[in-house]
């Protein structure tokens, strides 16, 4: 009978011909060492530099993937893989693949994502720019930690393992670098076993630049965290937003606010109104945003999301977005009639507009509810 394979080393590969017959010798001293029956999978995404040939050579398990990117590579690999656990990492001899031991023991105790952490194993020199040590990786892993919860040190380590089944339950979507990102955000939202171990990060041996691109693909991790992070991008700003605008409003409209000399008045009512009303307009994108997401599988369905639909329908938004509707109409009536007593001659700037403004902002967000239960209903159809 052939034995089950416990291990899968897969590494992605563009051109690495330089370094991937170490890795690959590496890899295969390490399942040797180790009395690991494993696999050594070879994701190619199309090089032209001879990697194929050495691939196969050294005896690994070669897997063309025709989709570009750093994720569609892996995502090729791990899918072609046969073994239980996973340990996947680049082919360009900065991490050490005879040292693997840790993260397969971290599996086998049960864990289901076990991250490398370069910044507690070394960081050699002139192995990680300055940029990427001293401010990409700190400042997106804490964003991620902040964001999400996760308590990780290194966001960014290419050198991690995890079990195929919690592969099949993270759903992936993304092709390029932030791929990476992914993997750790999905585990924590699909309440996965998450830990970490120490790992060293050397120099690569390559002399061409590597594929990273320090601010495109930052940015593309950054977008993405923010991105299945909604309460971050628009929730938290909007509450800010509208409380800050809701406060100096209600002020304005009973008098004006005199602070050392300066009066702040029918002006500053506007500009604060406005405030509240860009701050409901970030509610009402986190709302869409959060049900894009989980209705295209993006993000996982929570009971607070089962509980929001149970809540929130088309006759309950229509009848609360008409009612604030009304009452910016009633309101603009009594703009008008004030307007009337003065037998619609000139009128008092700063007395009228107190009682326009709140009128036409209440109009708009009046109608603005009743468009979002409008869409809210038709992003929701699928649930129906």
Same mark, same amino acid.
């Given at each position: 009978?052939? $034995? ?98 840790? #993260? ?30 001293? +401010?990409?990786?700190?400042? =997106?892993? #804490? =964003? ?7 308590? /990780? ?5 290419? +050198? ?18 932030? @791929? ?11 309440? +996965? $076993? ?29 977008? @993405? ?31 004006? /606010? ?50 929001? @639909? ?22 603009? #009536? ?9 037998? #619609? ?33 038709? =992003? ?5």
């Amino acid at each position: 009978m052939e $034995k089950q394979i416990e291990l899968s080393i897969v590494m992605p590969c563009l051109n690495e011909a330089e370094t991937l017959e170490i890795c690959i010798q590496k890899a295969q001293k390490f399942l040797t060492n180790h009395n690991v029956e494993g696999e050594i999978i070879i994701a190619d995404n199309g090089s032209i530099d001879g990697s194929q040939l050495i691939a196969e050579a050294n005896g690994a398990k070669l897997i063309k993937v025709f989709e570009k990117g750093y994720g569609s590579a892996l995502k090729g690999g791990i899918e072609a893989a046969n073994g239980r656990y996973i340990i996947m990492a680049d082919a360009d001899d900065s991490y050490d693949f005879t040292a693997l031991k840790p #993260f397969l023991d971290r599996l086998r105790e049960g864990n289901d994502l076990v991250m490398g952490n370069r910044f507690k194993g070394g960081i050699k020199a002139g192995a990680m720019p300055f940029l990427h040590k001293y +401010l990409g990786n700190p400042v =997106l892993s #804490f =964003l991620g930690r902040l964001f999400f919860r996760i308590d /990780i040190g290194d966001f960014h380590c290419g +050198l991690r393992g995890f079990s195929k089944e919690a592969y099949q339950q993270m759903n992936l979507k993304t092709t390029g670098m932030e @791929f990476a990102s992914e993997m750790i955000v999905k585990s924590k939202l699909k309440n +996965l $076993k998450i830990t970490e171990v120490p790992t060293t990060l050397s120099p690569d041996g390559r002399s061409r630049k590597p594929h990273l691109k320090t601010w495109s693909d930052g940015w593309r991790h950054l977008r @993405f965290l923010l991105l299945y992070a909604p309460n971050w991008l628009f929730l938290y700003p909007a509450i800010v937003m509208m409380l800050f605008g809701l406060s100096i409003s209600g002020v304005l409209i009973m008098q004006p /606010i005199h602070i050392n000399g300066l009066i702040f008045d029918i002006h500053t009512l506007l500009y604060s109104s406005s405030l509240f009303f860009i701050g409901f307009q970030f509610i009402v994108f986190y709302g869409l945003t959060k049900i894009y997401a989980v209705e295209n599988d993006l993000l996982p369905m929570s009971d607070r999301y089962s509980r929001l @639909f149970r809540l929130i329908n088309l006759e309950k938004g229509l009848i609360v977005g008409g009612i604030i509707l009304i009452l910016g109409l009633i309101l603009s #009536f009594y703009s008008l009639n004030i307007w009337k007593e003065s037998e #619609f001659g000139n009128l008092q700037p700063t007395e009228v507009f107190r009682v326009i403004i709140p009128s036409v902002f209440t109009i708009l967000i009046g109608i603005q509810i009743i468009l979002f239960s409008f869409f809210f209903s038709i =992003l929701g159809l699928k649930r129906s």
